[in-house]
């Protein structure tokens, strides 16, 4: 069986220049009638999830680089801020390559299982992650992570890696509520909240 072709036809310029002032047209009628709020649409956005208003000091901090929502991302950016500055001032070192941080700003807050494999809530956890110079950050083989979990076991304990791993796979599956992480930002950093 043979195909029909469509009937498409090339518009002639005549037709091109009718098509053109009518979507000007159509244009301009929009930009001049006043806004309205549709039912759920136009209306301006808030950071509502099931009801939670996310308070305004928390909408005022800047983001950081982790997390998939906005509130993450500003959760984020508080522990980093507060966990570097803290392990600056008692250690001043990077946990991996012992090298000096010369200020609090100048390293990152990494992660000892990364970031990408944690569960939920232990993304942000304090005993997982330590102040480091940015390049054991972004460098990823073993000496630097066999000397990361070293300095994690003089710090915190000798058991902490394999408390690392129970305690990441206790997490899987849990969700991250909005308003829990604004509470822990506010236990955190009660500077913040106005």
């Known amino acids: 069986m043979a195909l029909k ?20 047209q159509k244009q301009q009628s929009t930009m001049s009638k006043p806004k309205t709020a549709k039912k759920g649409k136009n209306k301006p956005k808030k950071t509502v999830v099931k009801g939670y208003i996310v308070p305004k000091w928390y909408s005022k901090l800047k983001p950081g680089s982790h997390g998939s929502t906005p509130t993450q991302k500003k ?45 939920s809530w232990f993304k942000f956890q304090r005993e997982n992650m330590a102040l480091s110079c940015k390049n054991c950050n972004r460098n990823d083989d073993g000496v630097v992570g066999h000397t990361f979990g070293e300095e994690l076991k003089r710090r ?23 308003w829990e992480i604004v509470e822990k930002v506010a236990n955190i950093r009660p500077d913040l909240v106005s």
């Open 156 to 178: 915190h304990h000798k058991g902490i890696l394999e408390w690392i791993e129970a305690t990441n796979l206790t997490f899987k599956g849990q969700k991250m509520q909005e």
């Open 5 to 24: 072709r469509t009937g498409f036809k090339k518009k002639t310029k005549e037709q091109i220049a009718v098509l053109r002032e009518e979507k000007r």
């Open 75 to 119: 959760y984020w950016k508080v522990l980093s801020d507060t966990y570097r500055k803290a392990d600056w001032e008692k250690y001043g070192t990077c946990v991996s390559c012992h090298k000096h941080i010369e200020h609090w700003q100048d390293g990152d807050l990494a992660h000892f299982k990364r970031y990408s494999v944690c569960n």
